[in-house]
């Protein structure tokens, strides 16, 4: 989708300028005039050398929308308006791009559309999931409480998801100092010690010549390595964004030892809290299952939840649809045909959220417990084998004076 600059005049006669997201300039230009604005130029944003229109530091964090969500709750309870609120909002967002957006919805919204209309033309900073529940709330007459939830959903979401990410991150970093430690011991500090044994004349071992080899190969050969390396990483991130490439990341990422698990219960929470919170706001079971693949953020799991989408709109329970993939645990099944049979699938569908956030917490507290130790065991037995192929050897020229 492709972001286009604009300049209108709205139906008082004032001049408007912004930026629209469409698909080409004819869809942005009818999008524009179904907002009773008469267009006078309309052009695509020029995208930087870095190529984006938005900069790294402009753009909507998932803190704004939980921040703005909360915000929007506090405005309604204290009865000001939608269109009053928006503008408030645009006044005194953090960045510009989002007081951009959110000038536009409240545009749209003067222009006569709902907020989950408005809301839905802004698809990278509200999801899917985000205006069905919006559009949910318009329904019933309860926007406040709609958006306050929405506010705890996305914490929950960010809180369990960026507590896995972290945990990765100092195992990452051990393991980079680990490299580099061995790489520069391997062309700086091996060569000399090697070139100091090899001009004694005296029998180098096999484990001792062994590291000399691999010590004289990196030397010859570190920046074709390092050029292979860039070419592959370039690669995989390309073949990553393709269909295929992401499903196949999906399923290694999924069965990794450890962290496959701690992600699968990730998944599974997202799809039980979006489910969870959406059949309790009244959206039907079938398009909850739409709805929440869209934004699971998995290849895998947005794939079980399409076909079971389509077996839920062939009259097969919804549990049954899921029992068909492996994907899905027997006792998230058997929990949710029991919600089936009672009536109660939010409620039982809320409880096996909790239950699979608290299990990623304690499997990412567990493996952080873990992994720091043996990291740094690692780190210290793979430098001193390192050093003792080359220093024992020393140690017994020097003996032998």
Known sequence: MAVFNYTALDSDGHERQGTIDAVSMDVAIT????????????????????????????????????????????????????????????????????????????????????????????PKIFSAFYVNMVRAGEESGKLDETFSFLADYLDRNYEITQKAKNALIYPAFIMGTFITVMGLMMTLVIPRLADMLSGSGQAIPIYTRAVIGTSIFLQHYIVLILIVLGLGGVFLVRYGRTKQGAELFSRARLELPVVGGIYQKIYLSRIADNLSTMLRSGIQVLRGLEITSSVVEDPTYEKVLNDAALDVKAGLPVSEALRKHNEIPGIMVAMMKIGEETGNMGTILETMARYYRREVNNAVDTMVDLIEPIMIVALAVGVSVLLASVLIPIYNLASSF
């Open 31 to 122: 999008a524009l005039q179904r907002r009773g604005l008469v267009v006078s130029f309309v052009a695509p944003v020029e995208k930087s050398m870095f190529g984006g229109g938005i900069s790294f530091f402009d753009r909507v964090t998932n803190a704004d929308v939980v921040m703005l969500s909360r915000q929007i709750t506090t405005l309604f309870e204290a009865q000001v308006s939608a269109l009053r609120a928006f503008r408030l909002l645009a006044a005194e967002a953090r960045t510009p791009t989002l007081a951009e957006k959110l000038t536009e919805i409240g545009n749209d919204i003067q222009s006569g559309s709902s907020i989950s209309a408005a809301l839905s033309r802004h």
